[in-house]
C-alpha cells in the first residue's frame, strides 16, 4: 500500500484540481500523515506549524468563499488542510526542549543554554521576522505533507490562492496569533493532472 519509491513520489507529483469526491481520509490516517509530515526541520526545532483539516460538509462550505477560484477542489478534495504558522510558538518550547532531554538526546545542560539563548530573542522577534520564520518552517512541513500524501497514494493541491484576512478567524483561531501560509487539497485524482516544466538547473545556479 505504501508507496516508497523516492523518484516517482518525486517526480510524478502534480498539482491535482480535481479528486475523487467519493474517497475520505480516515482521521487517523490523517494524524499519520501529519507526524510523518512534522518530521520536517523548523528553526531551533520551534515546529511553528498548525493544521487544521477541513474534511465536513459543513467546513468545505465555510472555507469555500474565502478560496477564490480554488472551489473546485475544496469541492472534489477529501480535505482541504489549511496550515497555519503560530506566532507564539515559543511557548512550547518547554515541552519541546523536555522531551528531548526526557528522551535522552539532549543534555539538561544544553536544553538551558539554548532556552537562554533562544528564546528572549523569539519572544522579542519584530513580527516581519516572526512571520519570515512560522512560514519557512511551516513551508517545508507542508512540501514534506504532499510528499508524504504521496507515499499513502493520495495526490495534493499547494493552494496560495485565499482570502488571507479572513482565514483564521473562519476556523476560529486567533488572527494575531496564527498566520495562514497554504491550504494542501489532498484527495485521489480523478482525470489526469496536467504536467509542467522547470528551468533548467544552469540558469538558476551560480557557483562561488
Ligand atoms: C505557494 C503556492 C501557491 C499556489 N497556489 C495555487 C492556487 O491558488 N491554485 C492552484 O490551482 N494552484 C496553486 N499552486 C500550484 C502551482 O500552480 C503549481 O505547483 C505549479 O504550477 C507547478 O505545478 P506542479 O505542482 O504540478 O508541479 C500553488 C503552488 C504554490 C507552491
Redesign the pocket.
Known amino acids: 500500500m505504501y508507496n516508497n519509491d523516492f523518484k516517482e513520489i518525486v517526480f510524478n507529483?502534480?498539482?491535482v484540481?480535481e479528486f475523487d469526491p467519493d474517497v475520505k481520509i480516515s482521521q487517523e490516517e490523517m494524524l499519520q500523515m501529519i507526524k510523518e509530515a512534522t518530521a520536517a526541520p523548523s528553526s531551533v526545532n520551534m515546529q511553528p506549524w498548525r493544521f487544521v483539516v477541513v474534511a465536513s460538509p459543513e467546513g468545505k462550505k465555510k472555507l469555500r468563499p474565502l478560496i477564490r477560484f480554488?472551489t473546485r477542489q475544496n469541492d472534489s478534495s477529501a480535505a482541504m488542510v489549511l496550515i497555519f504558522g503560530d506566532m507564539k510558538c515559543y511557548e512550547k518550547a518547554e515541552e519541546i526542549y523536555s522531551e528531548t532531554v526526557e528522551k535522552g538526546f539532549m543534555p539538561e545542560e544544553v536544553k538551558e543554554e539554548l532556552m537562554g539563548m533562544f528564546m528572549p530573542s523569539y519572544e522579542n522577534a519584530l513580527k516581519e521576522k516572526m512571520n519570515d520564520i512560522v512560514k519557512i518552517d511551516s513551508s517545508l512541513a507542508a512540501m514534506q505533507f504532499m510528499l508524504v500524501a504521496r507515499t499513502h497514494g493520495y495526490e495534493t493541491?499547494?493552494?496560495?490562492?485565499f482570502e488571507e484576512d479572513q482565514l483564521a478567524e473562519a476556523f476560529d483561531l486567533d488572527p494575531e496569533r496564527y498566520v495562514p501560509v497554504?491550504i494542501i487539497a489532498i484527495g485521489k485524482a480523478q482525470g489526469i493532472?496536467f504536467k509542467?516544466t522547470r528551468l533548467a538547473p544552469e540558469k538558476i545556479t551560480v557557483f562561488k
Open positions: 507529483r502534480h498539482s484540481k480554488n493541491n499547494p493552494i496560495g490562492g497554504i493532472p509542467t
